[in-house]
């Protein structure tokens, strides 16, 4: 695997937890929420796609699982802004 994969996937899950336990504390639990649960889909299609191979994608085994985990933590971390967005 490669190095930037694991940068990239801790960088995201770093900015992701401490903008959620941020907001948490500020009493805006559902912008947390909601993060997670782009988080958890995402990453359970993403999974379903790289690591075994669906729609198109080699198969990929746990390099799939990184990467998938890798760009699920950034997509719950960009659903933040769009959740504010959407409450002004």
Known sequence: MNIYTFVFRDYFFFLL??????????GITTAGLASMI????????L?????YGNLG????GVKGAAIASSL??????????FYFIQKI
């Open 38 to 45: 782009i988080t958890c889909f995402t990453n359970i299609f």
């Open 72 to 81: 699920a933590g950034g997509a719950g971390l960009f659903a933040f802004p």
């Open 17 to 26: 937890f401490t903008t959620r336990a941020f907001t948490d504390g500020l």
């Open 57 to 60: 994608f080699e198969p990929m």
């Open 47 to 51: 999974n379903w796609m790289l690591i």
